[in-house]
């Protein structure tokens, strides 16, 4: 009897291992030969169990649409696009997706969108949402395409800088049919000769939320800064100027917590002017009652200094560190995650202060608009290093440590933790940093670490208590692809589609976790 029960624990055991081997799966699409090895890509999603890849070569653009063995279904060139565009991004819900793009003709950028079902075909004729005149030509987009986390409101919004005392912002609100509910033109006093906005966010009510900051490239840090809402059907403006006396704040981030109708400002800081990074600044602000409810700054431990400073000093642990996601939490609480990133080139290394603020929203300015982000290359919106190449020079790429800190609802770090890695490559970034994949019981993070000269694709994974558990190297990992997960993108609860180099050519996995 006893020895039933030994082999019938021993037969749960083995079957509980080849479950979970099984559990995760990898299927690769086939590389296209005929496109060109230097296009653009972007990931669309999952629409009814289909995988829409978008890719463009030069002037040509085209929807890949794959089956769950991410075999070829259907490709679809878009005929409907002009020879040359500016940007194109996508909205996706269960059974078709709004793709959204603007093009310049002669003296006139365009804001168009479009419909699109799951095999990649336009179900629409392009909608005009917007035009610009312009005495200029421009590679970089003026329109911002922000959508609520429930997909239920859409908005488009430009930026007229042409006065240095104000701005003007106008927004057009769209429901997810891409009905016209609201178009609107709002005024933003910029009373500081350096002042910017950025951190842009659409909350579920149609409501509009950002940031407007006051700092320069001389100063390096940001002394001055307002939250800045704007309710849906109206031009009014709510400011909450947030009190940061003696800090100095680098990096910062809007998110929105829709569930308790709240808005997070986040912000590394230190406490002189380029000095190192002390810790992080919270500011929340309650939707409800139009009322601060924290105003926190979080100084780093000794502790978390060590654990996280990898070839840095104690002191400058953080200096290297930028924040890459914020999670909410029903309860209140946040998780705030960053990665330790910075590159050298012969002669010097680059840090925070060589691309000051590191915002994707700060593109520049061109002709009197806000221009957003700068020309993508294989499939990235933004890079956060400074651009010191030449034909001289050999830029190498590093992507090391990632701290995670989880937040109570009253913003006071209730655990902390950090995932040890190193990596780095030269004259490209595109296999570096991670892919974080939220399946609501624990983040898991995917990130290449090198093996006898080859990239291989690792797990690891954090609880809601900040305990990090370390997978086995991921099964069926065909040899020749290097992934790409700083691109992926999660389409399911524990599903993603990461992107990869074939012999030069770009492909796509679909990885089961």
């Given amino acids: ?89 996508f909205i996706t819900y269960q059974s078709f997706a709004y793709m959204f793009y603007q093009y310049q003709k002669r003296n006139i950028i365009y804001s168009m969108g479009i419909k699109i079902d799951a095999n990649g075909k336009n179900i629409s004729e392009p909608i005009q949402l917007d035009s610009t005149e312009v005495n200029f030509n421009t590679n970089n987009k003026i329109y911002t395409i922000l959508v609520s986390e429930n997909k239920q409101k859409i908005m488009s919004l430009k930026i007229n800088n042409k006065s240095e005392k104000y701005h003007i912002i106008k927004t057009i609100l769209l429901d997810n049919n891409l009905n016209l509910t609201e178009e609107n033109f709002t005024s933003i006093d910029m009373p500081e000769r350096n002042d910017f906005l950025t951190g842009f966010q659409l909350d579920n009510d149609g409501d509009l939320v950002f940031v407007r900051a006051a700092g320069n490239a001389q100063n390096n840090n940001i002394n001055h800064l307002s939250l800045i809402t704007k309710h849906a059907n109206s031009n009014q403006l709510t400011t909450s100027i947030l009190p940061i006396k003696n800090l100095y704040l680098d990096n910062i981030t809007v998110k929105i917590d829709n569930y308790n109708k709240r808005y997070l400002t986040t912000s590394f800081f230190s406490k002189q002017k380029r000095g190192n990074i002390e810790g992080l600044y919270c500011y929340v602000w309650d939707k409800t009652n139009s009322k601060a409810i924290m105003n926190n700054t979080s100084t780093f431990s000794e502790e978390l200094r060590n654990e996280a400073k990898g070839e840095s000093t104690t002191k400058s642990a953080f200096n290297d560190y930028y924040l890459k996601n914020i999670i909410t939490r029903i309860d209140g609480g946040f998780i705030v995650i960053a990665e330790s990133i910075y590159s050298s080139y012969r002669g010097g290394m680059n840090n925070r202060w060589d691309n000051w603020n590191n915002s994707p929203y700060w593109g520049g300015m061109s002709g009197g608009y806000y221009t957003y982000g700068y020309a993508s290359r294989m499939g990235s919106p933004w890079y956060p290093w400074g651009d010191n190449n030449s034909f001289n020079n050999i830029t190498r790429y590093y992507a090391d440590n990632i701290l995670m800190l989880s937040y109570d609802s009253s913003a006071k770090i209730d655990w902390t933790n950090v995932i040890i890695k190193s990596q780095y490559d030269d004259d490209s970034d595109e296999k570096l940093n991670y892919t974080a994949i939220n399946t609501g019981t624990d983040i898991k993070f995917l990130f290449n670490l090198q093996e006898r000269r080859n990239w291989m694709l690792n797990e690891q994974a954090i609880s809601n208590e900040g305990q990090i558990s370390r997978s086995p190297t991921l099964k069926n990992l065909e040899r020749g692809y290097e992934f790409m997960p700083k691109f992926a993108k999660q389409v399911g609860s524990k599903q993603i589609i990461v992107p990869c180099l074939y012999r030069g050519y770009v492909c796509f996995a679909k990885i089961d976790l």
């Fill in 1 to 89: 009897m006893f020895t039933n029960k030994i082999l019938i624990t021993i037969t749960i055991s083995i079957f509980s291992c080849i479950t979970n081997i099984n559990a995760q799966k990898i299927a690769y699409s086939e590389p296209d030969k005929e496109e060109a090895r230097n296009g653009n890509f972007e990931i669309i999603g999952k629409l009814n169990n289909q995988f829409l890849i978008y890719k463009n070569f030069r002037n040509s653009y085209y929807i890949y649409s794959y089956n769950n063995q991410m075999e070829l279904v259907e490709k679809n060139k878009l005929d409907f696009l002009p020879d040359r565009i500016i940007d194109a991004n």
